[in-house]
């Protein structure tokens, strides 16, 4: 039953905790003191310690558990005793794939960069195949896919009156770096306000190093994105200050009730678990970008909707009935 708050009724959330591997569990222990009580929540145990001992990564019905949460809170994956690739496919990129989280928004506050990184495709789209001498990883780009993004970016730079840059490799990459512009530059045109401009990501690698107030918001493919936004964490402070949210911001066209995986951009760093010396800042970062997007979308929710307009009928028919 949902609270009352303010004259509004406040339904309760549920969150799903995935704390994951290594120093996971310990930067998101110290993340949880932090979040308002106002908050249920359900622990899924996906790890590799369970993955070793069961052979499960993660289960249907524990992506089901998370797909009808509001919002998963993720701590970290990754154990020197599994082959690489085997816990992120199986987990992170399993649940950005079914999710649909297709924007991986990662800001930087104190270099003033935020980068928006594509989220469901490019070379992470798992096409390819090994063959003898031969190892081929296929980078899918689609105009939907390129379009739903873009949008979302030129939205955020159009909402803090910030410029854009699209990073792309389209010199080398001349297809998908083709398309990628094709797309930003229709999008860009619904956003005349919104000035933005193109750079390539070897030369935007060496501008964030020496300069990285050129860029406000930073648009970029699955890849890149990876990578530059390690670069700008490494400015920033460290890998240990950095979070990011994975989300599906169009409400007409999200299938789930879960609005967003929300994590520490650092991983398990196993070298350090269990010592003390883990940094919680990113997981209380991503703790805190959680509960704005939950209070935001708890904004246009329909419980307080239909409450909002459920009073306004009250206040009208007890005007009507005091003029009568
Ligand atoms: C990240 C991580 C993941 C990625 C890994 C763990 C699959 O590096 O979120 O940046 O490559 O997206
Ligand atoms: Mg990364």
Avoid at 171 to 176: D, G, M, R, Y
Avoid at 244 to 260: E, I, Q, W, Y
Avoid at 300 to 307: G, N, Q
Wanted: net charge negative; with cysteine; glycine share 10%.
């Amino acid at each position: 039953m949902g609270q009352i708050q303010g004259g509004c009724r406040r339904v309760k959330k549920r969150v799903a905790v995935l704390p994951g591997d290594g120093i996971g569990p310990e930067v998101i222990k110290v993340a949880l003191d932090q979040v308002p009580n106002d908050y249920d929540y359900v622990v899924i145990e996906a790890s590799a310690d369970r993955y070793l001992a069961e052979g499960a990564l993660i289960t249907d019905e524990e992506v089901a558990t998370i797909a009808s949460s509001d919002a998963l809170l993720f701590g970290a994956i990754g154990d020197p005793r599994v082959t690489d690739g085997v816990l992120e496919r199986g987990i992170l990129l399993r649940l950005r794939r079914e999710l649909d989280l297709y924007v991986n928004l990662r800001p930087f506050p104190e270099i003033g960069v935020t980068f928006v990184r594509e989220n469901s495709e490019g070379l992470y789209a798992g096409v390819g195949e090994r063959v003898g001498d031969v190892a081929r990883e296929v980078s899918v780009n689609t105009v939907a896919a390129i379009e739903r993004c873009a949008r979302y970016a030129f939205e955020y730079a159009r909402a803090r009156g910030e410029r854009l840059t699209l990073v792309h490799k389209r010199n080398v990459l001349v297809h998908a770096g083709g398309l990628w512009t094709d797309v930003v530059s229709d999008v860009g045109r619904e956003y005349p306000d919104v000035e933005w401009t193109y750079e390539h990501a070897d030369a935007c690698a060496y501008h964030l190093v020496q300069d990285a107030s050129r860029y406000q918001v930073v648009l970029t493919d699955n890849l890149f994105g990876d990578m530059l936004s390690d670069l700008a964490a490494g400015l920033s402070g460290g890998i240990g200050n950095a979070a990011s949210a994975n989300l599906h911001p169009d409400l007409s066209t999200r299938t789930v009730r879960c609005l967003g995986l929300f994590e520490p951009v650092h991983g398990s760093a196993p070298d350090i678990a269990g010592t003390g010396l883990a940094d919680p800042t990113a997981a209380l970062r991503a703790t805190r970008m959680m509960v704005e997007e939950l209070d935001k979308a708890g904004e246009r929710s329909p419980d307080v909707e239909d409450e909002r307009s459920s009073r306004r009928s009250r206040e009208r028919a007890n005007k009507e009935s005091s003029s009568s």
